[in-house]
C-alpha cells in the first residue's frame, strides 16, 4: 500500500519569504515522488520528481525538494515566495515496483502568498 | 509545449445515462491514465492503460467503467450507467514512461 499525508490545510507566507509545503509518504517499496500544483479551473501541472539520485531535487518555477528517507519526507521548498505561487499544491508517491503505475496523492495543500 | 486535452470541459447527465470522457494523450506518450476528484476531496486513480490493454485499475473502477483507445490519438473512459455518486471531475493524463504524468484540464461530470 501506498499513502501521503499532507498535515497543513493551508500555508500563509508573506511575499519574499521562503515557503515550505510539507509531505510525508509510505510506501513498501522504493518511493518515486512527485509534486503537482493546481491553479484555479486547471488541471495538474507537474512541478519536480524524485526517483533516485541526489536528495535535493529543483523543478519548475524555482521550487525545489528535499527527499529525506529517514523522514520519509518530501518537502516542496522555494527560497522567496511570489504571489503568483498562490494555488493548491498536491504531493504524490508511486512505488516504484515494476507493475505498479498509479499515483497516490495527499489531499492537497493551499498556499497563499500575501503581498 | 504539447499538453493534454479533454473534452467537454463539463458534462450534465441525468443518473442511469451513459457518458464518455473524451481525452488527447501528449503524441508520443504510451502511458494513459484516468483520475477522479469528487469535490472537496483528494485525487484517485481510476486506471492505466498501455499497448491497448488496461494495465492496472483501482477498486473504483468496476464493471460501470471501460476506457478505450479508438484510434492514434483519442483516449475515452464510458461510465455506462451513472449514479449520483460519479459527479466528480474526470482528469486524463499522460507519460512517455511511467514516470511524471501530464494532466489533462478536467471534465465535471455533474449526474442529477
Known amino acids: 500500500a501506498q499513502s501521503v499525508a499532507q498535515p497543513e490545510d493551508q500555508v500563509n507566507v508573506a511575499e519574499g519569504n521562503p515557503l515550505t509545503v510539507k509531505c510525508t509518504y509510505s510506501v513498501s517499496g522504493n518511493p518515486y515522488l512527485f509534486w503537482y500544483v493546481q491553479y484555479p479551473n486547471r488541471g495538474l501541472q507537474f512541478l519536480l520528481k524524485?526517483?533516485?539520485?541526489?536528495?535535493l531535487v529543483k523543478g519548475s518555477y524555482g521550487f525545489e525538494a528535499e527527499f529525506n528517507k529517514s523522514q520519509t519526507s518530501f518537502h516542496l521548498k522555494k527560497p522567496s515566495a511570489l504571489v503568483s505561487d498562490s494555488a493548491l499544491y498536491f504531493c504524490a508517491v508511486r512505488d516504484g515496483g515494476f507493475g505498479n503505475e498509479k499515483l497516490t496523492f495527499g489531499t492537497g495543500t493551499r498556499l497563499t502568498i500575501i503581498p | 509545449e504539447p499538453e493534454v486535452t479533454q473534452t467537454p470541459s463539463h458534462q450534465v447527465t441525468q443518473m442511469g445515462q451513459e457518458v464518455i470522457l473524451r481525452c488527447v494523450p501528449i503524441s508520443n506518450h504510451l502511458y494513459f491514465y484516468w483520475y477522479r476528484q469528487i469535490l472537496g476531496q483528494k485525487v484517485e486513480f481510476l486506471v492505466s492503460f498501455y499497448n491497448n490493454e488496461i494495465s492496472e485499475k483501482s477498486e473504483i473502477f468496476d464493471d460501470q467503467f471501460s476506457v478505450e483507445r479508438p484510434d492514434g490519438s483519442n483516449f475515452t473512459l464510458k461510465i455506462r450507467s451513472t449514479k449520483l455518486e460519479d459527479s466528480a471531475m474526470y482528469f486524463c493524463a499522460s507519460s512517455a514512461e511511467p514516470l511524471e504524468q501530464y494532466f489533462g484540464p478536467g471534465t465535471r461530470l455533474t449526474v442529477t
Open positions: 524524485y526517483i533516485t539520485g541526489d536528495n
